[in-house]
């Protein structure tokens, strides 16, 4: 179903409501971004008292107009828009787009005032871009009403919530004199359109080769998540997310009214549905570009060929790094460079000509096919001076550099592996490099810049292969016996004990260690049948009593009936004294689990977000390093194994501290449980499994603890 | 004493051995670069036949100058120097600069012609700027022997292990326009002159304003690092290291030839001495420019004025993330601003204008003077349009924003707090920011670049008020005793045993515990008798066993006289068993430690910079998140708090599990003496203090090994 989007941001008719002579109004710009880009479309002036606006017939209001308009772009006041959007229902308007602020990003009071222009919308049936938007262009329509000048048409759509910032992005595009836009829109507060929304458009619309956003903060995350996963299969999706500390977040909160909600999460969850996010904001227009015009890679190895041993250097530092890798070249591709370079040439990736080139710049492009032919390779990096031959050594050489840039840029389109180029002359914009750029490869002037952007493409081709693979999300069949636990705990306004949740786990086929209730005397016996001379651990079980270490509730190492007796007495009279009143069901008895490493599962439901699950190792990775992985639930089995390979401490995991390598696939497959558990049971509000002990040959659920949504 | 290299490298005279008339030869390209940039001292040409070369007389050989040349540039092969560096000796040339590949960089026979090149140059009293290198240029004295187009002469001093490199700059701030240069050297292999001398060099010379280098190794390292200690004290010293990772360091190897050395400790240790270390390559010139022209900050208190809301929140993550403060502003200042800017504007840093500047950008400077006399601030950022008003909103605004600049100029030369600005019109280049730059202040075009800059100049300004405060190394009088432990220990061929390493520790005023030895059964009588129920640790003593746990040579929590007794066999039958020749010396007691955070103290001697300090966390800390931190020896207070706080767990020690804050100001102490004694002791080549425990109120040295130099 194409979005309904279309009428509004590629309209054959616009109503310019607040239409203006003077130049520093916004209804002049309106008007002269429309008059001077040639829209093909009709104008509709709208004017309280002129009859005409530069040379258009205006209109009282937009009730008075001879036809619907498509949109309407609305540049008056906050407190007059609800009455505007009645007339624009009543005319037939499809979309309004509200430049006005002093909405919910500024107090009590407008946030009243956006709450009404949202009924006064839905009720006249028209869509709301804004408020607080810079407002759009769709240059491919000529429909620009920023009347931002030099900005070309090209494929990037840009959805931008601060209008700088595009401004900033289309002067950056001006000096690199290639690179093109195809929409944008502020979305401003999004009250109604929002994100997702323009993710859909920007996927369906022709003209636009990828998506690229600046987000302070998503108001419809989990939508947005849905769309960007079916968008990044066909079109890449690149966004910029603002509020990385907690300062950008403050920042943001007070320009767009924006809750940044947790930097670290929402990136974790974008990667996971095959957004590419930029890190840096001076990367965002070139990781597009690139994105846009180089085809995915295939995987992380990397042939680097310079005509420079810094720049050869720096580039395999930048590689590495960023987790690429610089690969092991093939004995044929290696016999064949040596066969036309030089014999002082380096032939071990990094490539370096060691001067081969200097008169013969040709060289170059054998070089970029020998090693695209490589097997091993994914990408060929072309890091140095190409372009500036002609300037450096000889302007003969200029001639013959123009030709390498025609080869090259014949070889880009007869490979399956994106060229890369880096130029220490793009500043300069030497004709040959302007070739290179006429015929859609990017050059690059920053070594970091291009690396960013290698990765980038990599990271997008490995999305895509997997995606291509069997989906291996789990799904359960409710089991009613579980639901009852739930409703049980609802009943009596508590959560699930600690024996319940693992009960609920373990009957969706969790391991979780046999554990025992004590609820009086006599089953200490039977408790010490069972478990004979294995140390054991006891917990207390009360609904009133949360913190049971604190409260003496938890007794380890105990051996025996015996000492089973006492340390229940002990518990029990310690939890009396801590809390009197406690409601204690009894004592759960476990075997201690085997030495192995604390991991840790967690899901929270996300206000932004939804259900999400959390990872990391335990202990002060958790607490201090904060190093966690996060994914929205549903998982499938790409996204478990990744969550665990992505935390920096996942040496720990791989054995190198004497022990084997813990069994990742079983942890994934605990990933994947519980994430269809918690898919399965919205009963659940909250869930941690903390710790889990995970080994060489699986892992022990040690302590479970389910909140219970009691709404 | 001024450095030997200004003879070399700011010549009266030159030399150009293989000077020619060929276009393709570098000789030419010297030869062109002296007579298009009108050099005013002498030029001779050498050639076997010519009489004279692009008109200027040529003669057969140095020996036949009619008056001895300042400089040789040798542009012959490798073969050829070692004879032309006699000739050279004899014409009286003080330094030569030997362009040709071939020596130690390639193979072994290349490095021994590098060594009769030496000899040969030692011999006849010249000095030696590479082998290897690309050359050089002394912009300001017109000696441009690279022949470089549209370099401008500037106050930047660059050192560059790679002449693609240093084209890459020269591109970059040519693409500028307001960046320049004034000596370039490539010191190519360093046989002779190294990068101390060319710091030393620039230290000196008048024209450079800061000295930058691009280093791949360095081969007189603890020189640098003197050298850069007195400099970075009165000119900005910039380094960018390469081989941060091994695949980049491996390149740097094929490259020149050098030992790239741990990355991770050569930036700490070029840190420790002032010198501000860039670590991606697109930032060299920015922050070599930024440090140049504006003056250090007095810490990292930052003002934000935007005058968007993007741009804003994005500075304001980069701030937080580069680890410094959007600084509460005064009431006053608030006040101030409140004054002239519209209600909407935000007044909390960072500062958004919400408008007010945009039909008067000249606002921006009354804003940032305001800003510059708040004493909380120590930088003021300008973020956003500056310089584009004109062109966006209204051509009439030029001319304000022409008056804008000059104020902020103006505003420049009387606050003693740097001006940082960030334009997204910077590409552009319109005239208002064209002022700017002509009054030297530099506007970025990268949110991320100017923020690295301001990183730069707060760290530097730190530096500087910490060096102005009282020199606290400890210097130690060596005891006697202690330096009989050694020549005991070398007599023997063996290292200090555990507790003669404890003992010496403890001779120097380190808190370790008390611990005793049973050599016999009668010592444990009184052993008993010392340590009475206090729980212990006992260990063997043998040269012959360096790991006594896998030898079974450790026991622990051992109570009593009978449990000693018991222990004490059961080592001696492991140790034994483990291996049958081992000397047994005894067996050390000494109480358990009491619990607190485990860390680790070392020091080796790193073949490049010497002794060297390092601090970290025990166990994983170090062994899997590399998480340490360098200093080099002797370290003063600020270096030993320093990287206490550097490591990225700090945290822990700061008591975030429960515990109190450990006792930094002991750790810090025990620091400095390590670091004294490691000075007063060469005998000491390797030491580990491993682990320490430290507490709330000192720290306990539990484990020591000192390695004892037989040389």
Redesign the interface.
């Known amino acids: 179903m194409p979005s309904l989007l279309h009428k509004i941001l590629a309209p054959d008719s616009i109503a310019i409501i607040g239409a203006s002579a003077d130049?520093?109004k916004r209804g002049f710009k309106a008007m002269t971004g429309l008059l001077n880009d040639g829209y093909a479309g009709s104008i509709y002036p709208i004017h309280p008292r002129a009859s005409e606006i530069m040379g258009i017939k205006a209109y009282p209001s937009v009730t008075a107009l001879p036809a619907a308009a498509d949109m309407a772009l609305i540049c008056t006041p906050a407190n007059t828009i609800p009455s505007l959007l009645k007339q624009c229902g009543e005319n037939g308007v499809k979309g309004a787009i509200i430049l006005a602020?002093?909405f919910g990003e500024?107090d009590e009071d407008g946030a009243q005032l956006e709450q009404e222009v949202l009924s006064a919308a839905q009720h006249a049936g028209v869509r709301l871009v804004g408020p607080n938007t810079s407002g759009m262009f769709n240059l491919h329509k000529k429909v620009n009403l920023l009347a931002l000048?030099n900005v070309q048409a090209g494929d990037i759509g840009i959805i931008?919530?601060?209008?700088?910032?595009l401004?900033?992005l289309a002067?950056?595009a001006?000096?690199n004199g290639h690179i093109g836009f195809s929409t944008y829109v502020g979305p401003g507060n999004q009250i109604d359109i929002g994100f997702a929304d323009y993710l859909q458009y920007l996927g369906e619309e022709k003209n636009t080769r990828v998506a690229t956003f600046?987000v302070?903060g998503f108001k419809d995350g989990r939508r947005f998540l849905d769309v960007a996963r079916e968008t990044s299969r066909f079109k890449p999706v690149v966004v910029y997310k603002?509020?990385?500390?907690?300062?950008?977040q403050?920042?943001?909160s007070?320009?767009?009214g924006s809750l940044a909600g947790s930097y670290h999460m929402t990136v974790d969850l974008l990667r996971q549905v095959g957004v590419t996010v930029v890190e840096?904001?001076?990367e965002i227009l070139p990781v597009a570009e690139g994105l846009g015009l180089l085809q995915q890679a295939k995987g992380k190895k990397i042939a680097v060929l310079a005509?420079?041993?810094?720049?050869?250097?720096?580039?395999?530092?930048?590689?590495?790094?960023a987790g690429m890798e610089?690969v092991e070249l093939s004995d044929a591709t290696r016999d064949a460079l040596r066969d036309i370079l030089f014999p002082?040439a380096?032939l071990?990736n990094?490539i370096?000509v060691a001067g081969s080139t200097d008169?013969n710049p040709g060289l170059l492009v054998d070089c970029m096919e020998i090693l695209s032919n490589d097997d091993n390779v994914d990408i060929v990096f072309l890091v140095?001076?190409f372009g500036?031959y002609g300037?450096?050594?000889?302007k003969e050489l200029q001639q013959e550099e123009l030709n390498c840039a025609n080869a090259i840029a014949n070889l880009a389109s007869m490979t399956d592996k994106p060229l890369v180029i880096y130029s220490?002359?793009a500043?300069?914009k030497p004709e040959p490099l302007e070739r290179l750029r006429k015929a859609d490869l990017p050059v690059y002037d920053?070594?970091?810049?291009a690396v960013k952007i290698m990765a980038a493409l990599s990271e997008r081709g490995e999305y895509l292969q997997q995606c291509s693979g069997v989906e291996q999300t789990i799904a359960l069949t409710v089991i009613p016996e579980c639901s009852q636990l739930f409703s049980q705990a609802c009943d009596q306004n508590r959560d699930l004990f600690e024996f319940e949740a693992k009960s609920l786990l373990r009957s969706y086929g969790v391991d979780v260690p046999v554990e025992l209730i004590i609820r009086q005397d006599a089953d200490i016996k039977t408790t010490a049948e069972t478990f004979g001379n294995t140390p054991l651990a006891m917990k207390v079980i009360s609904k009133d009593i949360l913190h049971k270490s604190d409260a003496g509730g938890v007794k380890l190492d105990i051996r025996g009936s015996e000492a089973m007796q006492q340390a229940r007495l002990n518990i029990l009279e310690s939890c009396r004294q801590y809390n009197a009143e406690a409601e204690i069901e009894g004592v759960l008895v476990t075997p201690m689990a085997r030495k192995g490493i604390e991991v840790i599962v967690g899901m929270s439901r996300d206000p932004i977000f939804g259900p999400v699950l959390m990872f990391g190792l335990g202990g002060?990775f958790v607490?201090?390093?904060k190093d966690v992985a996060f994914r929205a639930i549903p998982l499938n089995r790409n996204d478990a194994l990744s969550m665990i390979d992505q935390i920096?401490?996942r040496?720990?995991l791989e054995g190198?501290?004497g022990g084997a390598a813990i069994d990742k696939e079983a942890l994934a497959e605990l990933l994947l449980k519980v994430s269809a558990i918690v898919d399965a049971h919205p009963e659940i509000s909250e869930l941690d499994l903390n710790p889990v002990i995970a080994y060489d040959d699986g892992y022990a659920v040690v302590d479970a603890r389910v909140i219970v949504d009691q709404g």
């Open positions: 130049p520093t602020s002093g500024v000048d931008s919530q601060s209008g700088n910032i401004l900033a002067l950056e001006e000096s600046y302070e603002s509020g990385s500390t907690e300062a950008g403050k920042a943001a007070s320009h767009t840096n904001s001076d005509d420079g041993g810094g720049q050869a250097t720096i580039a395999s530092d930048r590689i590495s790094e610089l002082q380096s071990v990094p370096d008169a140095g001076m500036g300037i450096r050594f000889a220490l002359y500043h300069v920053s070594i970091e810049h002060i607490e201090i390093l920096k401490a040496k720990i190198t501290r």
